[in-house]
């Protein structure tokens, strides 16, 4: 065998055909990122990466504690960092002007602001259904029907809540960065 080929007989004393060797397949990569993820989740652990708190006022007037969790917090932080980046591009290019760190800081709370209404969004439907969850199993004989009645209502009010929310956040996030196109073209026709 040269060049990487082994070459077999067969039974019937043919001519040896030559085929590529097999590899056995690659698992570094794979463990390469299993160690990746377990440094950054440590990371994120140990490292003082606080949950971010938020006080969020609900429909009814009412301020909630809204908690990000460790991988939101993570993405809001790796958002401003790409926001420090892009600025410190700018100055180094001679681009940068108030208007343009101000628009980039209103992404930011923008983003911002609809992950934490997604989260307010989930739990108020996870709520609203697990409370008609509850009144269908409180409920007996005819009441039953109805108790589930109210239960899938209350199942798709949810999923609408959800689904108008995540509207909302991606038109204003969208809205904000048009604007900070308009204003680079702006600044770029000058």
Same mark, same amino acid.
């Given at each position: 065998?040269?060049? /990487? ?11 040896? &055909? ?9 698992? =570094? ?12 989740? &440590?990371? !994120? ?8 708190? %938020? ?5 009814? /007037? ?32 001679? =681009? ?11 992404l930011l709370d923008v983003k ?5 209404? !997604? ?8 709520? $609203? ?5 509850? $009144? %269908? ?7 039953? /029907?109805?108790? =589930? ?8 009010? $949810? ?32």
């Amino acid at each position: 065998s040269s060049f /990487g080929f082994q070459s077999t007989v067969s039974d019937r004393g043919r001519s040896p &055909v030559p085929y590529p060797m097999q590899r056995p397949p690659r698992r =570094r990569g794979v463990l390469a990122h299993v160690v990746a993820l377990v440094a950054v989740g &440590v990371a !994120l652990h140990c490292c003082g990466s606080h949950v971010l708190m %938020a006080s969020v006022s609900l429909a009814d /007037g009412s301020a909630s504690r809204v908690e990000l969790g460790p991988l939101r917090a993570f993405g809001s932080k790796l958002d401003a960092l790409w926001v420090k980046l892009a600025n410190l591009k700018d100055r180094m290019l001679g =681009r940068l002007s108030t208007e343009t760190v101000n628009l980039r800081r209103q992404l930011l709370d923008v983003k911002t602001e609809a992950r934490r209404a !997604l989260i307010v969004a989930k739990r108020d439907g996870r709520e $609203a259904i697990l409370a008609a969850r509850r $009144a %269908a199993r409180a409920a007996e004989g005819d009441l039953t /029907g109805e108790a =589930r009645v109210i239960l899938e209502q209350a199942e798709v009010e $949810a999923r609408e809540k959800l689904a108008l929310a995540e509207v909302t956040w991606r038109k204003e996030i969208e809205d904000v960065k048009a604007e900070i196109i308009r204003e680079a073209l702006g600044k770029s026709a000058k």
